[in-house]
């Protein structure tokens, strides 16, 4: 593939890079459209850029063009996205078109190559830096990419505030569907001293047809096929629904045995997970992709791959591909026109649906894109059922009705017209002031209430809401005053001033919209208490979201495992129910996390909005030696993985961001470490794909690169670690008796449920009692023997006589633990160690 060339600063005149811009798109065999073209000359003559064109015109290109330009002219550039996966996307798009060495990635969770000229990054990832630096950051060209995120009540203030912060920075804002934006281009004019020029145009490349079914959606679906308009992409607005619907679609046999050949060709080498990955194949091998925000990150791009290779015929999934992710859609059909917005179940807004709908038929791919929309399931069956009825009046009077659900939002065609016919609305500022932003603008030099003051006033709300902000940042700051995490200056002429203290570790941060409460609940607990570490872990669980899905996963395996006690101790019907409507998941230091943060919303009424959800998901796969997969297995969590992966992101990032350096002990020190481990053994597949890039291995080219050792074993401390993790994890099953899980994990290696029961049985009827205590996890009770092969292992059993005479022997396989990327253990016996 062609890379744009570097020039050299001293001759990157705008005739010169337009020129080397132009003839890249004719070696890649594109010709720029008007808009494109208009919108990269407005950028090479230094104007801020606003591009409101349809999906599919091309603004890839001029987010190129324009980065291009920065990095031939010196300027340090950014490109913000609203997701990960776009990000991920634009990050690899960039790194052909420029070469590895020139762009990076920053996403909060991750960093790849991040001293690069170019930078792939959030919204959020910029707008910390500007808030922190303001005109003095070195970034001289800004792409904001899906601009229309402006206007998102929760993550709106990321857009906003470079726009507020960077007059050295020239924008292209781009966006398919911004609405009046006139007051933006005011505001970034005066920030800026540029011009900026609007590039709008309502032709889109491929056109659409829109059509509003009243057929059953697998007929539906099934005639789209049959008139070559896959690939699908088929919408809902939950995961749950959208696994199900792809798992109904497989029985349609949507593709041929040649299609299907070539799938499992195309996935043959992809190393597929227990769980949702067994089921992501099973669909995938039946032409059937399902891409939603809880899937992890390495499966939704497995997906976009495939279909952007063609061999997908349908995806179900959320909306997450109606951000900007370039995958070829030639249909786009919606389930509904309404969708559940965290509070409530609502129509449609405009620039949603035509965002969405903006996906189907791509420039290079198709002529014609297709917008399908379902009527309610209710009216389509009813329909079917009139139409069963035949002319017959008698039997039409006859036919009974289906209603719509109890609370059912309803939507009709004239819905769907309204939506395909009107423009975006307005946008409207999101901008809102949390303990970070306060910090981050006390950061700067020279910092203090007065540039607090005068960032409220640059924004774009009301004068009420700026009240409203000043109110709230009064709060924040007597807040982190009181907390110690910013100080008061008095300087030689009488001038007060507040900033940051420097003694809070390099990555300080209050990111989470509860760090403060961590911060401040952090005198709670005895730094000499043997349970400090797994305390203040408790802190971090207690203010970090998660989806609810996790945590009633937890409580259903208690309920289950309770009721399989219950019942086999006798215990009667409603005595059991009794006793299971009591039981809760998790929630270690509940009362007094509780209290104390009732007294601190007494000072910051807004985190009662937030709430506080004290509960033990890290603490948990602690407790119980299991690692990701072994967590989402034994809880059913198959289906939100990607957000249990969020979940241990978040916690690991207030870990490490919000806990001072004095506050860490030893103990939590090995808790990050091992936490920031699992997060990355989980999903590595973005830092393997840059290095292959960063380091293409010809098979007759010796790569001039040091190479990169991935292995899980090659770390021996961290394997033999997981090796003891994964070892107690079955000392763990075993004192609670669940011979069904170890049976699970050993039935490959001879040892079922039955030969497992049989051996700790024998070793209750001789001891009675199994230790899981701190000692029993110690190394004084595991050995293990490192080989080339193979790794022997014997994990001693505590008893309480402290004979120490039974053991778990094991074999670790190193090959399958690094082709897994888990401990993959054969185990050889279980019982007295003279027994062979």
Known sequence: MPRLPEIPEEFADPDTVFEAFADYCAELGISLYPAQEEAVLAILTGDNTIVATPTGSGKSMVALAALFAGISTGRRSFYTAPIKALVSEKFFALTDALGPERVGMVTGDSAVNPDAPIICATAEILANQALREGGLLDVGMVVMDEFHYFADPQRGWAWQVPLLSMPQAQFVLMSATLGDVSRITEDLEELTGRPTTEVTSVDRPVPLEFAYSEEPLHEQLAALVRKDRAPVYVVSFAQAQAIELASSITSANLTTREEREAIAAAIAGFRFGKGFGAVLKRLLNHGVGVHHAGMLPKYRRLVEQLAGAGLLKVISGTDTLGVGINVPIRTVLFTALTKFDGRRVRRLQVREFQQIAGRAGRAGYDSVGYVVVQAPEHVIENKKALAKAGDDPKKRRKVSKKQPPTGFVSWSEKTFEHLTGSRPEELTSRMRITHSTVINLL????????????????????????????LRALHIGRALLTAGVIERIEESDGAVRYRPKTDLGPHFALNQPLSPFVLAALELFDPESESYARDLLSIVEAATPVQFAVLKGQLDRIKRDELGALKAEGVEYEERMAVLDELSYPQPNAEILEEAFAAYASGAP????????PKSVVGDMLDQAMNFSQFVAYYGLARVEGGLLRYLTDVYRTLVQTIPIEAMNSELEQIVAWLGDLIARVDSSLI??????????????ESLLPPVDTRLSADRRRFTALIRNTMFHRVLLAERADYSRLGELDGDSGWGERAWENAIEEFYEEYGELGIDADARSSAFISIEPGTDYWSVRQVLDDPRGDRDWAIRAR????????????????????????R
């Open 443 to 470: 950061s700067r030099p020279g910092a203090g209430v007065h540039t607090v003051r005068a960032f409220i006033d640059s924004t774009h709300e009301s004068e009420a809401a700026k009240l409203d902000m000043y």
């Open 606 to 613: 807004w985190v009662r909005e937030i709430g506080l959800e």
């Open 688 to 701: 393997e794909e840059w290095e292959a890039l960063r380091n293409p291995q010809d098979d007759d080219e």
């Open 812 to 835: 670790v396989d190193v090959a399958a633990s690094d082709e897994s990327e888990e401990v993959v253990v054969e185990i050889l016996g279980v019982g007295p160690m003279n027994a």
